[in-house]
Structures are given as C-alpha cells and as structure tokens.
C-alpha cells in the first residue's frame, strides 16, 4: 500500500511540474494576471479618477488602458492602482493616478500635438500622455531611470515616444515650438526657456514650489504674454540640475 501510494504521489509532482513548465500554463497564467490588473485599473478610473471630477474621455480611455502595475518596481505591483505615489528607485516616485489625470486634462489635448515632458521618471506619465497626442518628446536628468523607462516603454511598443537623457530646464529648443509642456518635478520658480518654446495658445503645466507647492497651469497668450493660474496645492520630488542654480 505505501509503495502504491508513494507512486501516486510521485506521479502528481511530476504532472505538477509539467503543467508549470507547459507554455499554454503560463500564458493562461498571464492572461488571468492580465484580468485582475486590468479590473483593478477599471476600478481605479471610476472609483479614484471620474468620480472626482475628470471628464476629459481621451484621458480617462488612457488612464484604463496604460499598464501602471508595469511602471512600478515588482514588489510594489499590487499596489500600483491605489490612488498614491510610490517609490520608483533614485529618490523619485511615479505620481497618483488622480494627479496623472488632472494634469493630463489640464493640457486640454485634442490628438495629433507635439508635446514635451520634463522628468520621465517610470514613464507612465509619458506613456499616458503618448495615448492621446501624435508625438511626445520627454526629458530625464537621471540616467537610470530614463534608460529603464526607455526600456519598458520600448516593450509595450510605444512608438510616438522620444526619450532625452539630460537636464529639462531649458526644454528641448530643436524641437519646439511644443502645443503643450508638462513638467513633473517642481523648480521654485516656471523656467523662461520652457515658456519660450510654447506655441501660442499653447498650455503648460507645472508644479511651483519648496516647501509649500502649487500646480501652475500657463497659457500664452496670441501676443506672446502668458496668463498664469494657480489650480491645485501638490507635493512634487524637486527639480534638479540648472533649476537649482537659479534659485
């Protein structure tokens, strides 16, 4: 009898292993993985995004289908569609999906714009941004976390992206005019040289501050002058290189 039963058990751990090992396992594995995040970023669009406020439909279409859990480090994952920032690695974070999306909206995008980005970071902001204009041109000081982020977004096949390695505070002046500039790490005060490569009617957004921030949304006006309007008090990791310069 135990010899008979040690056989059984024997053959189950094999069939175990086997099914493991079978290619239509894992990719029935990843498919059920692919569900529950893909529920859980529904969920977080309609609990954490619409219901407070966003409207803009090419937002919220981004926001359901830009995979955030593959923008955060893997053991920070099944968190990635809490309403939070987390951390990313180098002293920098991937900012709250409600945040994503409020600035997002603020840029009032239609399709078909140049946008910039300073500070890539994971590249979820780039990657949201991607799925609604025709090109976006993103800067990252941080050597790191601009090749990763260049990597993942590589992966997921986003064609319209363009990372830069380097200092964001005088903007990407061989590609301007920009439609719309977002910035995601706050300088004490809003860079000239971004101002400058704004089209007119062009909007940029940007978080201003030390201690105390506020999220500036500019537009410029048709002669050149800029409207500037205070929209929501925030916490941003600081911008850093030539913005610190000029403080």
Do not use: W
Not at 51 to 60: E, F, P
């Amino acid at each position: 009898m135990k010899r008979f039963l040690t056989i059984g058990f024997l053959i189950v751990i094999i069939s175990v292993c086997r099914t493991a090992e079978d290619p239509s396992f894992q990719q029935s594995k990843r498919d059920a993985d692919q569900d529950i995040y893909t529920q859980r970023r529904h969920s977080m669009v309609t609990e954490q995004i619409e219901a407070r406020g966003i409207r803009d439909k090419l937002v919220l279409d981004a926001m359901r289908n830009v995979p955030r859990h593959l923008f955060v480090p893997d053991y920070l994952r099944d968190q990635a569609y809490i309403d939070s920032p987390l951390p990313i690695g180098d002293g920098q974070t991937i900012s709250q999906p409600y945040i994503v999306a409020f600035m997002t909206e603020a840029l009032k995008l239609k399709g078909g714009e140049k946008v910039l980005e300073i500070g890539t970071g994971s590249g979820y902001q780039a990657a949201v941004l991607a799925a609604i204009v025709k090109n976006l041109y993103s800067i990252e000081i941080i050597p790191a976390l601009g090749k990763r982020a260049d990597e993942i977004l590589s992966k997921l096949q986003y064609k319209n992206i363009h990372v830069e390695i380097g200092d964001g505070y005088r903007g990407l002046p061989d590609q301007a005019p920009f439609d719309a500039i977002m910035v995601t790490a706050a300088p004490e005060h809003v860079p000239q040289p971004l101002v400058d490569q704004l089209k007119i009617g062009g909007r940029l957004i940007i978080p201003v501050g030390n201690l105390y921030q506020e999220l500036i949304l500019i537009t410029k006006q048709p002669d050149g002058s800029i409207k500037k309007k205070s929209v929501l008090p925030v916490r941003f990791v600081p911008m850093t290189g030539e913005a610190q310069k000029k403080q």
